[in-house]
């Protein structure tokens, strides 16, 4: 039952993170754009991009219309908070890397605990867990 409460509170959380920035990204576009130059990023077709994933991550994990995809959204949302992380501290700024510190414990929470909580279980969880 713990395990229960830990998917479904681990995964609220890290949807508010991505919906949250998400909002960020639409409503503060300037200072995103300066962030991503900060950290070595020009593309300003970037953020666009972001704004979609940001939101659609969590819809293909909160929903599960498809474990397949809810299973791709974890692997996405696993590498870019990875690569957030790392980039904050390829430019010596550990701190901008905590948000993708504490979204990367919250999606493994999520991961691993979606069997115990979910119907339709995850043929990945099992192989993580050996």
Known sequence: ??????????????????????????????WV?????ELGYQA????????VIKVLGPVAILSRVSVPLSDLAYAG???HLLLSGLAHIG???????????IGLALLVT?????NDARDMPSPYVQAAAL
């Open 33 to 37: 754009r300066q962030a991503l130059a």
């Open 91 to 101: 430019i010596r700024k550990p701190a901008g890397a905590l948000p993708a510190a």
């Open 1 to 30: 039952m713990p395990e229960f409460y830990m998917y479904w509170i681990s995964t609220a959380l890290l949807s508010v993170l991505y919906l949250a920035s998400a909002a960020i990204y639409v409503t503060k576009r300037d």
């Open 44 to 51: 300003s077709y970037l953020i666009p991009f972001m704004i």
């Open 110 to 114: 999520s991961f691993m605990t979606q």
């Open 77 to 79: 949302i696993f590498f």
